[in-house]
T-cell receptor, first 112, second 115 residues
């Protein structure tokens, strides 16, 4: 699975839009980009997944440029409860292993 | 819809002992994966079970083993515990090992402390 690079930490304030960028230069043709959110002492929670262009759901948007070598998770109008670790994962989820490769993630701290 | 549940939530063991962690998959999910998460790190894949068979394994020694039962629940067993085994153990379920790119649904984990 392709390796990803994302900032270790980010700070924001309530009400702001937060953009977390993930670099994945070696992304393969069949790879999807998936983001998970993790709160302390909880398991990761799926946020959003995309292959190209833009994907939006009720929680976030995912922007993927044409070359797919990076992606940006956008969280609109964050609140204190969005303080968490955000993981970017890239891969063509192997059909019979369920193996996801997590990096260290980005710790987002939202301040009042 | 019942989510992924894990038991116990916390556990303290002594080096050299054995431990069994349990996981009930989300309703309708037939595949269970186990992850180890050390403090400050991302989760690391241990193995996956599908239809009661191990279906993929990460870089963990054989003293990490598992089972999946006909109701799709699963156990993770760790023998000869070492101090470095102290971590949050996460169970994740999904539907169909053969399906691609479906998100995993994680439980809240078991916090294992080895002293």
């Amino acid at each position: 699975l392709a390796k990803t690079t994302q900032p270790i930490s980010m700070d924001s304030y309530e009400g702001q839009e937060v953009n977390i960028t993930c670099s994945h230069n070696n992304i393969a043709t069949n790879d999807y980009i998936t983001w998970y959110q993790q709160f302390p002492s909880q398991g990761p929670r799926f946020i959003i997944q995309g292959y190209k262009t833009k994907v939006t759901n009720e929680v976030a948007s995912l922007f993927i440029p044409a070359d797919r070598k990076s992606s940006t998770l956008s969280l609109p109008r964050v609140s204190l409860s969005d303080t968490a670790v955000y993981y970017c994962l890239v891969g063509d989820i192997p059909s019979n292993t369920g193996k996801l490769i997590f990096g260290q993630g980005t710790t987002l701290q939202v301040k009042p | 819809e019942t989510g992924v549940t894990q038991s116990p939530t916390h556990l303290i063991k002594t080096r050299g002992q054995q431990v069994t962690l349990r996981c009930s998959s989300q309703s309708g999910h037939n595949t269970v994966s186990w992850y180890q998460q050390a403090l400050g790190q991302g989760p690391q894949f241990i193995f996956q079970y599908y239809r009661e068979e191990e279906n993929g394994r990460g870089n963990f020694p054989p003293r990490f083993s598992g089972l999946q039962f006909p109701n799709y629940s699963s156990e993770l067993n760790v023998n000869a515990l070492e101090l470095d085994d102290s971590a949050l153990y996460l169970c994740a379920s999904s539907l169909d090992a053969g399906a691609r790119n479906l998100p995993l649904h994680f439980g809240n984990g078991t916090r294992l402390t080895v002293t």
